[in-house]
C-alpha cells in the first residue's frame, strides 16, 4: 500500500464548478498535510497546509482534514481555466521529509 | 528576493559522465531535500539534510551524492552510476528539519543524457 495515494485523473469541470481533489494516507500518526499546485513544466508550489480536523479556508480553496478516516481533500470553488494543473498531497509521515502523491490532475473546461 | 535557485535549468550527460546540480538558498532555512521527478509521477526523494555536515539518503538515493558544507547550499551529483538519470529534479528547503513545516521549492533542473 502506498503511503500517500491520490486518483490520477484527469478530473474534469467546467468553469465556475467546485473541483474536489482527495488523498489517504496511510500513517495515522501523521500531523501534518499540505497541498502543492504543479502547472506542467514547472516545479510544486504550495497552495495549503491544515494541521488540525475539519475545514480551513483561504479564498477559493478549502482543505478538508479527516484523521480518523486518514483523508485530506481540497476544494476549489468557482474554479477557472487557471487552475488546471496536476496538484500534489504530500503528508509528514513521522519520516524527517514529507511523503507525496503521485498527484491528481485537474482540467476546468472554459 | 528570498527564494531557492537551482541551476542548470537543463543539462545533459554524457555516458559514464558525473555531473552536479546546484541549489542555493536564502531562506536562512536549516533543512534541504533533493527530489526526483519522473513524467506523471510523484517527487521521490533522494537526499535531505537538516543540518550543516550532515545528510540522510532518501528512497532513492544510489547513484547519486551530496554535500552540505553550507547552510545556504545543497549540490547533487548525478554519478555514472545512475544509469537512468533522465528526470526532472527538484531541490527544496524548510525552516527546521521538522517536516511539520512546509517545503519550499526551487524551478528545478531537467536532466537527459545525450
Known amino acids: 500500500q502506498k503511503e500517500v495515494e491520490q486518483n490520477s485523473g484527469p478530473l474534469s469541470v467546467p468553469e465556475g464548478a467546485i473541483a474536489s481533489l482527495n488523498c489517504t494516507y496511510s500513517?495515522?500518526?501523521?500531523?501534518?498535510f499540505f497541498w502543492y499546485r504543479q502547472y506542467s513544466g514547472k516545479s510544486p508550489e504550495l497552495i495549503m497546509s491544515?494541521?488540525?480536523?475539519g475545514d480551513k479556508e483561504d479564498g477559493r480553496f478549502t482543505a478538508q482534514l479527516n484523521k480518523a478516516s486518514q483523508y485530506v481533500s481540497l476544494l476549489i470553488r468557482d474554479s477557472q481555466p487557471s487552475d488546471s494543473a496536476t496538484y500534489l498531497c504530500?503528508?509528514?509521515?513521522?519520516?524527517?521529509?514529507?511523503?507525496f502523491g503521485s498527484g491528481t490532475r485537474l482540467q476546468v473546461q472554459p | 528576493d528570498g527564494g531557492i535557485t537551482q541551476s542548470p535549468k537543463y543539462l545533459f550527460r554524457k555516458e559514464g559522465q558525473n555531473v552536479t546540480l546546484s541549489c542555493e538558498q536564502n531562506?536562512?532555512?536549516?533543512?534541504m531535500y533533493w527530489y526526483r521527478q519522473d513524467p506523471g509521477q510523484g517527487l521521490r526523494l533522494i537526499y535531505y539534510?537538516?543540518?550543516?555536515?550532515?545528510?540522510q539518503k532518501g528512497d532513492i538515493a544510489e547513484g547519486y551524492s551530496v554535500s552540505r558544507e553550507k547552510k545556504e547550499s545543497f549540490p547533487l551529483t548525478v554519478t555514472s552510476a545512475q544509469k537512468n538519470p533522465t528526470a526532472f529534479y527538484l531541490c527544496?528547503?524548510?525552516?527546521?528539519?521538522?517536516?511539520?513545516?512546509?517545503?519550499?521549492f526551487g524551478d528545478g533542473t531537467r536532466l537527459s543524457i545525450l
Open positions: 527544496a528547503s524548510s525552516m527546521a528539519g521538522d517536516s511539520n513545516q512546509p517545503q519550499h
Open positions: 500513517d495515522r500518526g501523521s500531523q501534518s
Open positions: 491544515i494541521y488540525s480536523n
Open positions: 504530500a503528508v509528514n509521515t513521522g519520516r524527517r521529509a514529507l511523503t
Open positions: 531562506l536562512n532555512h536549516d533543512a
Open positions: 539534510s537538516q543540518i550543516v555536515n550532515d545528510f
